[in-house]
């Protein structure tokens, strides 16, 4: 729990028992939630406006990061690099979604191959996510 406070204060965030309930979840867990994963996990103890508000923050400081999969809805993971902050989030990494269980992990050892584009075009965002069986499935 230690740890948690200690994120919390590093990304300039208040240590509430909601904010430290949400970052033990998402430290519980190897692979991305969506916001109902996360209101399942939480049974309910925290109200979804809390949720939704503690997802942004946490977004927006630099602690978890979007995970596009093709799922209609959004999944968040952890940031794993020290960098990331609400400027930037260093998550140009691919995305595994398994078939069978439907979770979605971070392959960040798999950096996503540069692309050359067009003159004029700019990036501001990239994600690539894969699809098949994880390592506990297959």
């Known amino acids: 729990m230690s ?15 909601a904010r430290t ?10 692979y991305a ?7 399942k996990e939480l049974g309910g103890a925290l109200d979804k406006v809390t949720i939704y508000r503690t997802l942004k923050s946490f977004e927006e400081s630099g ?13 968040y993971a ?3 690099h020290e960098g990331c902050s609400s400027e930037v989030h260093y998550d140009a990494h691919v995305h595994f979604k398994c078939e069978r269980c439907n979770r979605t992990y971070c392959l960040e050892s798999t950096q996503i191959p540069t692309i050359v584009l ?14 098949g069986m994880c390592k506990n499935c297959h």
Do not use: A
Request: glycine share 6%; charged share 25%.
């Open 118 to 131: 067009p003159q004029g075009y700019f990036v501001s965002k990239q994600f690539v996510s894969l699809q």
């Open 63 to 75: 602690i978890i990061h979007e995970v596009m999969d093709g799922s209609p809805q959004v999944k």
């Open 78 to 80: 952890l940031c794993h």
């Open 3 to 17: 740890d948690v406070k200690t994120l919390l204060k590093k990304r300039g965030l208040k240590v509430t028992p």
């Open 21 to 30: 309930t949400i970052l033990e979840v998402f430290n519980g867990k190897n």
């Open 33 to 39: 939630l969506s916001f109902k994963d996360l209101n």
